[in-house]
Nanobody
Framework: QVALVESGGGLVQPGGSLRLSCAAS????????MGWYRQAPGKQRELVAH???????NYADSVKGRFTISRDNAKNTVYLQMNSLTPEDTAVYYC???????WGQGTQVIVSS
């Protein structure tokens, strides 16, 4: 099992930015496809973005052009840079390891004026 720890959530005004981080345990991080998911109150968890071991990225239509997923294999960390945030981005954001199906505990993002 791979342990995942998210950080970087918080309260931000509409139009603002946040960068989420997810630190993974173990020595095989560079081989994993990593993803960011989010779950808003009363809604199902949805994929936001993922990045393969080779750096190929994929995004949900709702965040394309605003969010950027990246990874630093030397730090065992995957990031989610979120720009131009709207209230509709309010959710708990979770990090996910595709191979081991491991989840982090989540980090809350609230976009509100």
């Amino acid at each position: 099992q791979v342990a995942l720890v998210e950080s970087g959530g918080g309260l931000v005004q509409p139009g603002g930015s946040l960068r989420l981080s997810c630190a993974a345990s173990g020595s095989l991080f560079r081989l994993y496809t990593m993803g960011w998911y989010r779950q808003a109150p009363g809604k199902q968890r949805e994929l936001v973005a993922h990045i393969t071991s080779g750096g190929i990225t994929n995004y949900a239509d709702s965040v394309k052009g605003r969010f950027t997923i990246s990874r630093d294999n030397a730090k065992n960390t995957v990031y989610l840079q979120m720009n131009s945030l709207t209230p509709e981005d309010t959710a708990v954001y979770y990090c996910h390891n595709l191979l081991t199906n491991s989840w982090g505990q989540g980090t809350q993002v609230i976009v509100s004026s």
